[in-house]
């Protein structure tokens, strides 16, 4: 079974802090992919990465970066120098190669960034 | 750019009504999907849709049905609404299967039912 965790409900952080977010995630696929969304308070979540399950390199996008590891089967995100727009839910998400619709979405993690 | 829409932001109906949520995409995407999101729980899957009159069941398919009589319109049907159906509803698009790709959201449509 497929199966993601984020186990961090909420955290609240001051502005220019450092945050990382956790994901772990449990599939007897050898291929797969993660996901990472972004839910601000509008409501509509907007995607943020994918990366597969071969590719393990680390991604950096702007104040944004990712390091997926798989021995650990984790997929944590991180914001440098947090801003009080970076307040949302954020989502990690994983789904099989092939043959399959069903994306597994973690809990959520709810993020504060206090002025 | 891509957009999702949604038919109502807020909704309230009453127990027993029939109620239609309404979603639309217009990157001419074949998959479209159908979530709730509860607090605590994500984004639970209810019906999905591959093509035009296809759907395949989600993990929570029990008291809804969907329509998909247009590639780019996606409805979600409660036949007849119960209060433990007040969720939050979100709708997706994706393109298919050929490697999974991101899906592209509504703004959501909260529903209330009394």
């Known amino acids: 079974a497929q199966k993601v965790t984020q186990a961090q409900t909420e955290i609240s952080v001051v502005e220019k802090e450092d945050v990382t977010l956790d994901c772990v995630y449990e599939t007897r696929d050898t291929t797969y992919y993660l996901f990472w969304y972004k839910q601000p308070p509008s409501g509509e979540l907007v995607f943020l990465i994918r990366?597969?399950?071969?590719?393990?390199q680390n991604e950096i996008s702007g104040r944004y970066s990712w390091n997926f590891q798989k021995s650990t089967s984790s997929f944590n995100f991180t914001i440098t120098a947090s801003q009080v727009v970076d307040s949302a839910v954020y989502f990690c998400?994983?789904?099989?190669?092939?043959?399959?619709?069903?994306?597994?979405f973690g809990t959520g993690t709810r993020l504060k960034v206090l002025a | 750019d891509v957009k999702v829409t949604q038919s109502s932001r807020y909704l309230v109906k009453r127990t027993g009504e029939k109620v239609f949520l309404e979603c639309v995409q217009d990157?001419?995407?074949?998959?479209m999907f159908w979530y709730r999101q509860d607090p605590g729980l994500g984004l639970r899957l209810i019906y999905f849709s591959y093509d035009v009159k296809m759907k395949e069941k989600g993990d929570i398919p029990e008291g809804y049905s969907v329509s998909r009589e247009k590639k780019e319109r996606f409805s979600l049907i409660l036949e007849s609404a119960s209060t433990n159906q007040t969720s939050m509803y979100l709708c997706a698009s994706s393109l298919p299967q050929g490697a999974p790709y991101e899906q592209y959201f509504g703004p959501g449509t909260r529903l209330t039912v009394t």
């Open positions: 990366r597969n399950s071969f590719d393990e």
């Open positions: 998400a994983l789904t099989a190669s092939r043959g399959t619709y069903k994306y597994i």
């Open positions: 990157m001419d995407h074949e998959n």
